[in-house]
């Protein structure tokens, strides 16, 4: 069984239908898979903030087990776990949203395995996921990737959080997640949940780039992370282009090698629209 965590709001559906589509359509041998979703309401401060709804998870249910019939995908709404940690918290207004920082309850929610892949949800798999997955974590709290700006700018070693393979039976050992929560609780960071993590770590296993690709896509990159670039042409200026964007993923990208999956993501997104009669807008254009 290979265990994955994503989390959001019920506007990441996009992003997790299309990365689990490329984990699905890139793995050769077909072993379950379990999504496991954290989401929770935090309308009270955002209208947006909205959690992934039940005809999202059943939808995506109904997606994955077409390419097994034990794959599955389980909602977990965190609300009451937020609200007792990191309401009012310094870290509130996070960079991106109050849904980074809910991975940190990985150790405390229940049914949650000793081995769990956490994903962003702008990101595609460009080769068998089980490359990642098989990674001997013994004796590592987990396994990452450098941060490509981060690596230069920050310390040769920095981490990017988006893809993190977990030994959650260590990180309980070593109270990771629980260090992670105090550090949100208490002290604004630069990066919240990245930043509460990188502090919180005893001992980590540094991945090679194409295990968290942020910048190139090269026939060996296993994971191609849609994260905000840095453009220097017309003139130096950042976009945030995501896998779901197909048309940029086309014209500014260049990229075709997900083209079958694109394909077959739009295809959904279509009958996923009709069935709902357009009414939920949550699948972008």
Known sequence: MIDILFCGNDGVFDGVLTCTLSILMRTKVQEPI??????????????QYTPISDKQVSFLNEVIRQYHPDNRAVR??????????????????????PYTLIRLFADIVPGIP??????????????????????????????????HYGKYLIHPHYINAGVLLFNMKHCRETRLFVKARAWIRYKKLTFADQSAIIRST??????????N????????????????????????HTENIKQYHVEKVHSVFRYHQFD????????LKEEYLKRNDNREGVMHP
């Open 260 to 267: 079958d999956i694109l394909s077959e993501y739009l295809r």
């Open 34 to 47: 379990t999504l496991h979703l954290f989401t929770m309401d935090l309308t009270s401060l955002n209208s």
């Open 213 to 236: 690709d942020q910048k190139f896509l090269h026939d060996h990159t296993v994971v191609r992370h849609f994260s905000k670039r840095l453009f220097w042409l017309p003139y130096p």
């Open 114 to 147: 000793d081995k769990l892949l956490y994903l962003d949800t702008d990101i595609m798999f460009n080769r068998d996921i089980c490359l990642l997955w098989d990674t001997d974590i013994r004796g590592y709290e987990y396994a990452a990737a450098n941060d």
């Open 76 to 97: 977990y709404d965190v609300t009451s776990y937020y609200h007792k940690y990191f309401s009012g918290c310094p870290n509130e207004g996070a960079y991106c949203s």
């Open 202 to 211: 005893t001992r980590k296993k540094l991945l090679p780039q194409r295990f």
